[in-house]
């Protein structure tokens, strides 16, 4: 097979990948918009301010992940 044929190919298998991808994510946001809907409808949310400080926790973890991996090796 000329590599220009094997260029072809893989850029075709490439093109159908992402494809597939697409729409495997477009079917997992939707299960995942179906499964909030559900939670609030039952009324089974979390607190904004609980999520607030929840996501404050984890932006200072980063801070320190990011601190850490930073500092040079003794």
Known sequence: MAA???NMLAAERLEAAVERLAGALEAWRAARLREAAAH???GD???RAELEA???QLDDTLVR???ALDEPEG
């Open 4 to 6: 220009k044929d094997m």
């Open 40 to 42: 609030a409808e039952a």
């Open 45 to 47: 949310t979390v607190p």
């Open 54 to 56: 929840l996501s404050a």
């Open 65 to 67: 992940l990011r601190g």
